[in-house]
């Protein structure tokens, strides 16, 4: 499904949701639990629809007398299962007169019956909300709308309308829309980066379970690429405050087939899974700035307090004590970032987004990044551009840790500043995004920081096939135009004829803008990389030593390291080439066509006299 497709379908299924919604007279905090639950019922009957007949098969297949049951069979090959009546058609099936809210109850409850991790997750009594004396019908409808998810939708798609429907709602009560997100891009990179393979993974602030999405997503990939049929896979923990949003990451583990466990917990004064030195991945994307976290409670903890604590260096007047006032931690950047660097094992690795005032912030906090850094915990920083995040235009950068660099002598200690503000695609006037080939693009540069070259050959040889291939399309579909174009038809067909040309030329254009952008991509990375070999790049990238930094005043801004970087325009190096090339093509049929018209005007002046 592309983007553009996954736009028109999170329109389409909002608009119709919402106007249900409306009229109702629902409130959104009402309404929004039951229609998260259908979306993920609905996706977890794709899901299961997708191994049902494999299930069938190895059941039937038994023989002798220890016969498994279905249900673990179906555990085992997409991690849960769904009897007939818990099935998204069954329900849709359902005839009008039936009640259509029990019947959705009943099948959430077989859903945690068979999942014990989901017990108490899914909504079951609010459906029942949907119906009134009046008017019985919204369950039904609702089910209705949400049956135009294609059945080909992956976890991804599922992932990003949940994310499309909870910034909705947010926004539909007045609140931070997108405030349990991160883009799905900017989660890929930091992903791409850390690379969480195998073992366990920590997030701290999992919101509704994104990052932990991304990283199976990773695993996937990564393991079809190396051939691994090993079955190790990750196990992640989350913790999150909100106990409705830590019910949407469980729901999101459940459908993507993650093992892991989501608690309800306050990270500041809660750690329930004992996250000191314990994890071989740490990802997050925590609140910025948060000034009410109380001193006392935080100080003792040496999650905390390895590399210092935050704290004002002047003491609370006498006034306010005496008012009952508490010493507050003046500004938590710096608990989350202890936090990511203690709580990873000898070989753990870290990646965080981080308010980018941070990498500078003075007083306690300068002490406590300065004694971070001289441990060697520091792998890399990336300063993200402007208008990522769906709500917040808050410049944002990614710290990435790796315990394994403090086992190096200082003397071998670098860390890797990139500065991504010019790498973006421009997704809408105010967003923009990472494409996939970005997010390769930047990571392979951290790839050959580390001495892995081999990455970036790969990288190349697969931007070269599929330029290659869409090279070979284009060639195709430009004979195709060619013969249609001489194609005799009568003079009642033309309207057809010059549509079907339209459509042919329109194709053969965008197959050639695939070659241009591949193309396009592989000289980006031969420019900046013509050895193979990690090099320090101008205004993008710089690999600083342990003095570079302490040069700078241990600062952790990519700005200071890598050099001018070109002011902004809008547009990426890429996309202004093909804007420039574009205008050039445009200039040149205006000069043709004004040549044209100048002949003819000498012609007819000519033909006066």
Not at 5 to 10: D, G, H, T, V
Not at 466 to 479: I, S, T
Not at 565 to 588: C, P, W
């Amino acid at each position: 499904m592309t983007p553009e497709q996954l736009k028109k379908l999170e329109d389409k299924l909002w608009q119709a949701a919402d106007k249900l919604r409306a009229n109702s007279e629902l409130k959104a905090s009402e309404y929004s639990t039951p229609v998260l639950g259908l979306i993920f019922l609905r996706f977890a009957s794709i899901r299961y629809n997708k191994v049902k007949a494999q299930i069938e098969k190895e059941f039937t297949a038994q023989t002798g007398r220890l016969l498994r049951p279905k249900h673990e069979i179906a555990i085992e090959k997409c991690g849960f299962y769904l009897p007939p009546e818990a099935e998204y058609q069954y329900l849709l099936e359902l005839p009008e007169e039936k009640n259509i809210a029990k019947a959705i109850k009943h099948a959430m409850e077989q859903v945690e019956s068979y999942k014990p991790e989901l017990e108490g997750t899914l909504p079951k009594d609010e459906y029942f909300r949907l119906v009134t004396n009046k008017d019985k019908s919204l369950p039904k409808t609702l089910l209705k709308v949400f049956a135009d998810i294609p059945e080909d939708a992956t976890g991804d798609v599922f992932g990003k309308i949940y994310e499309y429907f909870l910034s909705e709602f947010a926004l539909t009560e007045g609140q931070g829309g997108g405030e349990f997100f991160t883009p799905t891009s900017v989660v890929k990179l930091m992903v791409e980066i850390i690379e969480p393979y195998k073992g366990t993974i920590y997030d701290p602030a999992c919101g509704s379970g994104g990052m932990f999405v991304q990283s199976a997503h990773f695993v996937e990939r990564r393991r079809a690429e190396l051939q691994d049929n090993d079955s190790t896979d990750l196990f992640v923990y989350g913790t999150e405050k909100t106990g409705e949003t830590a019910k949407l990451a469980k729901m999101n583990l459940a459908i993507n087939g993650l093992r892991g466990e989501i608690k309800v917990a306050n990270t500041y004064y809660e750690d329930p899974f004992n996250s000191y030195g314990r994890f071989d991945f740490v990802m997050a994307n925590p609140p910025f700035n948060v000034d009410e976290v109380i001193l006392d409670r935080v100080k003792g903890q040496r999650r905390f307090n390895e590399h210092g604590i935050p704290q004002n260096k002047t003491k609370k007047s006498e006034k306010k004590k005496k008012e009952g006032d508490v010493d507050a931690v003046p500004n938590a950047n710096y608990l989350w970032i202890n936090l990511f660097s203690t709580s990873l094992n000898e070989n753990g690795r870290a990646a965080l987004v981080m308010a980018n005032s941070a990498s500078d912030a003075r007083h306690s906090e300068a002490e406590i990044r300065d004694h971070i850094i001289k441990t060697g915990v520091m792998d890399a920083m990336l300063t993200l551009p402007k208008n990522m995040f769906y709500t917040v235009t808050l410049p944002a950068t990614l710290w990435f840790f790796d315990k394994a660099n403090t086992r190096k002598k200082p003397a071998d200690r670098r860390i890797l500043f990139i500065d991504a503000r010019n790498i973006f695609k421009q997704v809408t006037r105010a967003h923009r995004e990472f494409t996939d080939e970005h997010i390769q693009n930047i990571a392979t540069i951290v790839r050959l920081h580390r001495g892995e070259t081999k990455r970036l050959k790969e990288l190349l040889k697969q931007y070269d096939k599929q330029a290659a291939a869409a090279a070979k399309a284009a060639e195709k579909q430009h004979v195709l135009l060619d013969a249609l174009k001489k194609k005799k038809l009568a003079e009642k067909d033309k309207k057809q004829w010059e549509r079907a040309v339209d459509e042919a030329e329109k194709a053969y254009k965008e197959l050639l803008a695939d070659k241009q952008y591949y193309e396009g991509h592989i000289a980006w990375l031969k420019e900046r990389f013509p050895n193979g070999v990690y090099e320090d790049v101008t205004g993008l990238c710089k690999s600083a030593s342990l003095a570079d930094v302490a040069e700078q005043d241990y600062s952790l801004n990519p700005g200071r390291y890598v050099g001018v970087v070109i002011e902004e325009d809008g547009l990426t190096e890429e996309a202004f080439k093909q804007e420039m090339k574009e205008r050039h093509e445009r200039l040149n049929t205006l000069n043709n066509k004004a040549k044209e018209l100048g002949n003819n005007i000498n012609k007819n002046i000519t033909n006066l006299f």
